[in-house]
């Protein structure tokens, strides 16, 4: 969650296979790439733990994470701050209007006191 990362929405059920192919490989890779001794952070979802995503991820440095932990996460609250300003939907179209919104609107400043 850095500032002006993109939002990924996905629609369906996210498998680990879709995860390394829309998420890691296409996001998060050239991300990793470009910043040599970053640490990896994702939570215990069973798409991040499947061993198709840990193969992918066996050469970057990840964050271990324990069981049941998800106030750890600043992304987490994240999430609270933007379903505490999140409009009234009647289409999924409209909901993903909506949460890009958002995204692209939250203050750095709050993102940046999470992560400290």
């Known amino acids: 969650m850095i500032a002006g990362s ?3 929405v996905m629609c369906g059920t996210l498998t680990g296979q879709r995860y390394v192919d829309d998420i890691l490989r296409p996001h998060v890779e050239p991300f990793l790439n470009g910043l040599p001794g970053t640490i ?3 939570d215990n979802a069973r798409p991040h733990t499947a061993i198709v995503a840990e193969d992918f991820l066996r050469h970057s440095q990840t964050l ?3 069981a049941r932990s998800p106030d750890l ?3 987490e ?3 609270d701050q933007l379903k ?3 409009p009234s939907c009647h289409s999924v179209h409209d909901l993903e209007l909506a949460v890009h919104y958002l995204w692209a609107h939250l203050p ?3 993102i940046r006191c999470l992560i400290n």
């Open 6 to 8: 993109t939002l990924i």
């Open 40 to 42: 990896f952070q994702q």
């Open 64 to 66: 271990p994470w324990p």
């Open 73 to 75: 996460s600043p992304v």
């Open 77 to 79: 609250h994240v999430w």
């Open 84 to 86: 505490r300003q999140m």
């Open 108 to 110: 750095q400043d709050n």
